[in-house]
């Protein structure tokens, strides 16, 4: 198994403006020591680390912190991509092959359409050149400009973390515009979903109906073999832990046949990112 999504910081280093007081109980560190025992627990023997604050530096310290951590297999960095210097940055990062991808934080960005911008240009057109994948960290506001994108960079693979982050819990139902928005991304070969991210969108109190609709329509939209899983952790924490969100992931592609979940569990990530064996 990999899990196709996972953090670790150290906040005296003192450049992540998040996490912070307002979600107390993931306001520390965490590092390999705090997940190791987890993976081992479930199962999960290779992990994606993703940057969880937009500076270069962070990605060197992942990166460092990756080449003494055998479990982790690939990391995503980040990158101004439309930095005059970004395509000599990048190619600086992607020295260590531990680099798989980069995540430019568009939920932050209060520009919608910022990724589409001239000015990113010749690093996206970089990235798809020398293998990097995008990962896409959105909200449902962002779906056609995702979509735009794509279609302009046939040849960077992007995947969308957290289903894009729609609106879940309380009865509220797959709103059309998300659903056609995921279909329309669906439709394009370089797109991938990742699952997960869904209980913290909903919060503490989750119940397990209230996620089973969004599940099912990326699952039949992309297929097995463009869905992966991830943990999130240790955001998830926020709204319960790493055991009870795979075991409810499992219950959600328990549609699947043996070879369909593999590929969700594990096949589908080692694709996407080009990761190697453990």
């Given at each position: 198994?990999?899990?196709?999504?996972?953090?670790?910081?150290?906040?005296?280093?003192?450049?992540?403006?998040?996490?912070?007081?307002?979600?107390?109980?993931?306001?520390r560190d965490f590092g390999p020591d705090d997940l190791?025992?987890?993976?081992?627990?479930?199962?999960?023997?290779?992990?994606?680390?993703?940057?969880?604050?937009?500076?270069?530096?962070?990605?060197?310290?992942?990166?460092?912190?990756?080449?003494?951590?055998?479990?982790?297999?690939?990391?995503?960095?980040?990158?101004?991509?439309?930095?005059?210097?970004?395509?000599?940055?990048?190619?600086?990062?992607?020295?260590?092959?531990?680099?798989?991808?980069?995540?430019?934080?568009?939920?932050?960005?209060?520009?919608?359409?910022?990724?589409?911008?001239?000015?990113?240009e010749a690093a996206l057109r970089h990235m798809a050149?020398?293998?990097?994948?995008?990962?896409a960290l959105i909200q449902p506001r962002h779906l056609?400009?995702?979509?735009?994108?794509?279609?302009?960079?046939?040849?960077?693979?992007?995947?969308?973390?957290?289903?894009?982050?729609?609106?879940?819990?309380?009865?509220?139902?797959?709103?059309?515009?998300?659903?056609?928005?995921?279909?329309?991304?669906?439709?394009?070969?370089?797109?991938?979903?990742?699952?997960?991210?869904?209980?913290?969108?909903?919060?503490?109190?989750?119940?397990?109906?209230?996620?089973?609709?969004?599940?099912?329509?990326?699952?039949?939209?992309?297929?097995?073999?463009?869905?992966?899983?991830?943990?999130?952790?240790?955001?998830?924490?926020?709204?319960?832990?790493?055991?009870?969100?795979?075991?409810?992931?499992?219950?959600?592609?328990?549609?699947?046949?043996?070879?369909?979940?593999?590929?969700?569990?594990?096949?589908?990530?080692?694709?996407?990112?080009?990761?190697?064996?453990?």
């Open positions: 198994m990999i899990d196709a999504h996972q953090h670790f910081w150290q906040l005296g280093r003192g450049d992540y403006d998040w996490p912070n007081e307002s979600v107390a109980p993931i306001n190791g025992p987890l993976l081992s627990a479930a199962g999960v023997r290779q992990t994606v680390l993703v940057q969880a604050t937009p500076t270069v530096a962070e990605t060197q310290f992942l990166l460092n912190l990756a080449a003494r951590t055998p479990f982790v297999a690939g990391v995503v960095g980040w990158v101004d991509l439309t930095a005059p210097d970004a395509i000599a940055t990048i190619d600086a990062l992607r020295r260590d092959s531990m680099l798989k991808g980069l995540r430019p934080m568009l939920q932050s960005i209060q520009d919608t359409d910022w990724i589409l911008q001239p000015a990113a050149a020398v293998g990097l994948r995008f990962d056609d400009a995702m979509a735009r994108l794509a279609r302009r960079h046939p040849d960077l693979a992007i995947v969308i973390d957290h289903l894009a982050k729609p609106r879940m819990g309380q009865g509220i139902l797959p709103d059309a515009a998300w659903l056609d928005g995921m279909t329309a991304l669906a439709e394009l070969p370089n797109v991938w979903c990742k699952l997960s991210g869904m209980i913290t969108e909903i919060g503490p109190g989750w119940q397990p109906e209230e996620l089973g609709a969004h599940a099912a329509h990326v699952l039949a939209r992309f297929g097995a073999s463009r869905v992966m899983w991830g943990s999130d952790w240790p955001v998830v924490n926020l709204a319960g832990n790493y055991a009870d969100w795979l075991s409810m992931a499992r219950r959600l592609t328990s549609g699947l046949s043996p070879a369909e979940a593999s590929m969700v569990f594990e096949g589908t990530a080692r694709a996407f990112y080009g990761l190697g064996r453990p």
